[in-house]
C-alpha cells in the first residue's frame, strides 16, 4: 500500500515537472520570438536592408578615386542628395523588426550623415546682407541661363517663362542651330541686344535688355570647346559674362574631356578682368570632385549657397523629382552679390530646367573705363631650315666683294 503511494506520489511529481518545464520553454520561445518580431516584419524589411548595403556602397565608391572606375564614382557622387532619401526611408521598417533593428539603423545614419555633409553646406542660411549691399539692391538685374539639348524641343512654356519673370539677360549656353534660331524669332520685343555665335551645328547666344560689347568665342582645353564671353554693359558698372556648355560624361575618356575643359574654363576665369558671371551647362554635381577642384582654381562663388539644392536636369527620360540632378551651375566673384536663385521647373519642355538668378554689385567703387580683352598674338612663323649643301646668304656675299676686290686689283 505504501509502495503504492510512492509510485503516485512520485508520476505526480514527474507531471508536475514536465508541465513546469514546457511552460518554460513555451516562455523562453514566445520572449524570442518577441525579441525578434514577427516573420511578417522581418520578410517586409528584409529588402530595405538590402537596399540600404546597397547605397552605402554606391557611397563608399563614390569616393574612390581610380581611373579606370573614374565614370562610376563620377555618377555615383552626383545621387548623394538621393542616397540620404533612401537611407533615411530604409529606417522605417527596420524598426518593426528587433532582429535587424540596431545595425540597421545605426548603418543607414551613418551613410546619410556622411553624404549630408557633402549635400547640406547649400541648405545653410544665407549670410546676412552687409548695409552697403542692401543700399545697392537697387541695382539688383535678373539672369536666366537654359540649355536645349534636343532638335525637337518645343519652346512655347519657356517664351511664356521668359515673358513672366522678364529677366535683363538670357543666356542659352548650347542649342542646335534651328532651335536656336526659333527661340531668336519668339523673344520678347525688349532685349534688342543679341548675339549668337555658332560652332559645329551648335551655338551660344545672349539676349539683353542692356548693350553687349566684346562678344567672342574662345577655345579652351587640350581639345579646343569653345566659351563663350561677353561684356555686359548697364548704366552703374558693366560685368563680364562667361558661357559654359561642358562635354557630357559617358565613359571614362569624355570623363576626362570634361575634367579637362572644367580646368581650361576655371583658368579663363581667373585671368578674366571686371565682375564675373560663370554660368552653364557644366555636366558635373556640386558633389563630385571636378566640381570642387573648379571652384578652387577659379576663386569663384556657388551661388546655390544658402539656396538649396535646386536639382534642374532629371535623369532618365520621364522627369521626376527624385531623379533630379543639379548639373547647371552660377558662379561669380567677390565682387557680385546673390540676391535669390531659383529652378523654372513650369518650363516642362526643356529637359535642363532654366535656373533663374537675381544679383547685384557688391560695392560702388566705380569700374575703370571698359576694356575689351586683346586675343593672344599668333605665334611667328619659323622659316623653314635651309637644305644642307645651302650656304648663308652673308657668306655667298663675302666670297662675292671678296673676289670683285681681286679683280680690281689686278
Known amino acids: 500500500m505504501e509502495s503504492l503511494d510512492t509510485d503516485t506520489d512520485s508520476a505526480q511529481s514527474s507531471s508536475s515537472d514536465a508541465i513546469t518545464s514546457t511552460a518554460a520553454t513555451n516562455t523562453k520561445k514566445k520572449s524570442k520570438k518577441k525579441n525578434q518580431g514577427s516573420d511578417l516584419a522581418l520578410f517586409i524589411a528584409f529588402p530595405f536592408v538590402v537596399l540600404a548595403i546597397l547605397v552605402s556602397i554606391l557611397t563608399i565608391v563614390s569616393f574612390i578615386q581610380i581611373e579606370s572606375i573614374g565614370y562610376v564614382a563620377d555618377f555615383c557622387a552626383g545621387m548623394r542628395a538621393q542616397y540620404i532619401l533612401v537611407l533615411v526611408l530604409c529606417i522605417v521598417p527596420a524598426m518593426f523588426a528587433p532582429s535587424v533593428r540596431m545595425p540597421t539603423a545605426i548603418g543607414c545614419a551613418l551613410f546619410a550623415l556622411i ?9 545653410l542660411p544665407p549670410k546676412e546682407l552687409t548695409k552697403e549691399v542692401k543700399d545697392l539692391r537697387y541695382l539688383r538685374f535678373r539672369v536666366m541661363q537654359f540649355t536645349i539639348p534636343d532638335r525637337d524641343t518645343k519652346l512655347d512654356s519657356l517664351i511664356k517663362e521668359i515673358s513672366r519673370t522678364n529677366p535683363d539677360v538670357v543666356c542659352l549656353t548650347g542649342a542646335p542651330l534651328q532651335q536656336m534660331w526659333d527661340l ?12 549668337q555665335l555658332p560652332w559645329d551645328g551648335y551655338c551660344f547666344a545672349i539676349y539683353s535688355r542692356v548693350p553687349l560689347k ?3 568665342v574662345k577655345k579652351v582645353g587640350p581639345e579646343k570647346l569653345p ?10 558698372g558693366w560685368f563680364r559674362a562667361i558661357l559654359v ?3 557630357q560624361p559617358k565613359d571614362n575618356d569624355s570623363l576626362e574631356s570634361r575634367n579637362e575643359y572644367l580646368k581650361a574654363v576655371a583658368e579663363l576665369a581667373k585671368k578674366t578682368l571686371g565682375r564675373e558671371i560663370v554660368l552653364g551647362t557644366f555636366n558635373t554635381t556640386p558633389y563630385s570632385v571636378a566640381y570642387s577642384d573648379f571652384q578652387k582654381n577659379s576663386e569663384l562663388v556657388d551661388t546655390r549657397m544658402g539656396n538649396g539644392v535646386q536639382p534642374n536636369w532629371h535623369l532618365f527620360n520621364f ?6 540632378m543639379p548639373v547647371d551651375h552660377i558662379f561669380v566673384d567677390s565682387r557680385v552679390v546673390t ?9 516642362e519642355e526643356l529637359r535642363h530646367k532654366p535656373l533663374m538668378i537675381d544679383l547685384c554689385p557688391s560695392d560702388q ?3 575703370p573705363d571698359y576694356k575689351g580683352e586683346a586675343d593672344p598674338p599668333e605665334p611667328p612663323l619659323k622659316a623653314a631650315p635651309p637644305p644642307a649643301d645651302a650656304k648663308a646668304p652673308a657668306q655667298e656675299a663675302k666670297k662675292g666683294t671678296s673676289a670683285k676686290a681681286k679683280k680690281r686689283s689686278k
Do not use: E, W
Open 227 to 236: 566659351v563663350m564671353v561677353a561684356g555686359i554693359q548697364f548704366d552703374y
Open 245 to 247: 556648355n561642358a562635354p
Open 339 to 347: 540676391l535669390g536663385r531659383y529652378v523654372c521647373g513650369s518650363v
Open 365 to 367: 567703387n566705380k569700374d
Open 214 to 216: 566684346d562678344v567672342k
Open 115 to 123: 553624404n549630408l555633409c557633402m549635400v547640406g553646406p547649400c541648405l
Open 319 to 324: 522627369d521626376s523629382f527624385f531623379f533630379r
Open 184 to 195: 531668336t524669332a519668339k523673344m520678347p520685343p525688349q532685349f534688342i541686344h543679341r548675339t
